[in-house]
């Protein structure tokens, strides 16, 4: 058993509000998750690395019209790759995707659709706490081992 995270939605916004993709990408607005285009985000951030499928994103909004789903979805895709893929690759039975709906639905669906992995979503009211149980949980052990 053990915990990651990563800054996934810390670099989505960064690069959705500072890089030339501002335009393109509205985090604000809450969009209906395109799953085609999540998935094609996904697959070609995999296959080209993450510059340059952020660079396609501007080619979908400037030269083939992506509506603002197609475009946000295919980003999302594009931003979990790599968190994705070391879930994948990290050999787990299980995992438990925690955090904001705007990325925790997105990862389950993908970790469900390419990896051979039990995934448990953990809805927002639980996520919020979450850190708080943990620690109690922590304390609660090392109080028992005498650790304390």
Do not use: W
Request: with cysteine.
């Amino acid at each position: 058993c053990r915990f990651s995270t990563e800054l996934t939605g810390e670099l989505m916004s960064a690069v959705s509000a500072n890089t030339i993709l501002n335009q393109s990408i509205d985090l604000a607005t809450d969009l209906e998750t395109d799953y085609d285009f999540l998935k094609k985000g996904y697959l070609y951030a995999k296959e080209h690395g993450l510059n340059a499928a952020f660079f396609k994103v501007r080619i979908l909004a400037n030269f083939f019209s992506g509506t603002k789903d197609q475009l946000c979805s295919f980003f999302k895709g594009v931003v979990l790759c790599d968190e994705i893929e070391n879930i994948i690759n990290s050999k787990a039975k299980k995992v438990v995707i925690g955090g904001k709906a705007q990325l925790r639905d997105p990862m389950c669906y993908l970790i469900k659709e390419y990896g051979n992995v039990e995934v448990v979503s953990v809805p927002d009211d639980v996520s919020d706490v979450a850190t708080a149980i943990g620690m109690v949980k922590i304390y609660e052990y090392a109080k028992k081992e005498g650790s304390l």
